[in-house]
DNA sequence: GTTTTCAGGTTATCAGACAATCATACGAAC
DNA sequence: GTTCGTATGATTGTCTGATAACCTGAAAAC
């Protein structure tokens, strides 16, 4: 039954493998809404570890909405398993996945600026401000810094809570995979012409001006794109 | 559905409350990036429940991205603690975090409007047929779930991924919101002009247009807000 | 001064038990 | 015959104690 001698060990927590089992059957439908998961103690006899483990397994699945549990009925696949909306996956992010996600936060950063120009308060103009200087005066990591935090300022600025919850995960990964993939001596040489992009962007703002704030913005993305592609065709 | 008389006694569980603390104390600085937590055995002592529910509860705040445990030495706080993005929070849907998530969704639309155009590819266009077909024909929750389905199909023709997830959370919480929030009784009286609106959308991208597409998604984006807003305003 | 070894602490997993809760079946009351 | 209460078994929730794996830091050996 359970070749259980062959676990892999020194990788992944076995909670987390065991609920990711799962959550691939729930994917492919083996598991349809409504139906029933095993006992614990089966799962727990299937699996060949502990209740403790299955447990932890079964609270994580439960955790990201795919699962509900009942006292004294057991686990049952919720009707619409929205799987929690994650960026962070150990899922490396290669050229597609990151044209991919970049392809998400274009729009998402147009929008934001648009309603950032027209909803912004004086203390988001403040932030910007010290944050432009930030990157001006630093480089190398803490000009990254700055530059998520620019960006994270004018979300803030939109008024609206989600802008900041998803434009701050999308940039968030998109800024690391950069940091990561590239040896980042280049970020010296381009710091002036992101700084004139951000400058532009953040008068646009201050002089409420959406058309003005949306197209600098889209200026910006499209420079950031052809920097950043010019870069990953080496990592093809 | 039983009525509104279900008190609080719906009690969480002990984990999710203990997790709910530490990450309330994570957002507000009171645990900075970095910091350890307290031992398992401590926390179990303070609390006063044993180490199997500590030890869920620190699952959960991992599990969520908030923080890290390393084996022998303990729990840290990330350096960026970036809990997941979760709309289906059992926070309630009032008119202003409605509004905020609707106007996330445009520019999203919009955007996959405009890719799906460039990507599409047939069995997308028989798919949108097929869902217009099911929104002309069938009223009520059938109508809702077509036009769902017509959304997520614009959004898989991106054949970008990250617009299925996204959208598909978004709009899913959304048309929800409405469902659970209308009589619904007025459905039918738009359904013509939500198919008119559709079907520009489905012509638009099948000529492989992206602007004319955009435009359309533009306007049915439009339309539709107009057509809750104007509902929304009786339950403010 | 450098390397090795060891001890202590911490998380990861295991094993078994009891408590709380739920679904079902059965029997009593009407 | 129907309805209601109760017994009972199943299952999850929580507790307790123990062992294994792992890391850190300091003492010991060279």
């Known amino acids: 039954m359970t070749g259980a001698l062959t676990q892999i060990s020194r990788t ?3 909670p987390a ?15 349809k809404p409504g139906d029933k998961l ?11 570890v502990s209740r403790t483990v299955i447990r932890e397994a079964i609270a994580q699945l439960r955790n990201e909405g795919m699962i509900e549990t009942r006292q004294g009925v057991g686990a049952f696949v ?22 991919d996600l970049f392809q998400l936060r274009v729009p998402l950063e147009i929008e ?46 939109t008024g609206n809570d989600y802008f900041v919850q998803f434009l701050g995960a999308v940039s968030d990964r998109i800024l690391q995979t950069i940091v990561e993939s590239r040896e980042r001596t280049r970020l010296d040489e381009i710091v002036a012409i992101v700084n004139r ?4 962007l953040r008068d646009a703002i201050a002089a409420r001006d959406p058309v003005r704030a949306r197209a600098a913005m889209r200026a910006h993305m499209v420079g950031s794109a052809e920097r950043i ?8």
Chains 1, 2 share one sequence.
């Open 12 to 14: 992944e927590h076995l």
């Open 17 to 31: 493998r065991i609920a990711a089992q799962f959550a691939r059957q729930i994917q492919e439908g083996d598991l």
């Open 38 to 48: 095993p006992t614990e103690n089966t799962m727990s006899k299937n699996f060949g």
């Open 78 to 99: 919720i009707d619409r398993p929205t799987r929690h909306i994650r960026l962070d996956d150990r899922r490396q992010m290669d050229t597609h996945g990151f044209r």
């Open 112 to 157: 934001a600026a648009g309603l950032a120009a027209t909803y912004h308060r004086a203390e988001h103009l403040r932030q910007l401000d010290e944050a432009l200087q930030r990157m001006s005066v630093a480089g190398g990591d803490d000009g990254i810094v700055a530059d998520l935090d620019f960006h994270r300022i004018i979300a803030a600025a």
């Open 197 to 200: 992009e951000h400058t532009e």
């Open 229 to 236: 592609a010019l870069r990953l065709e080496f990592y093809l």
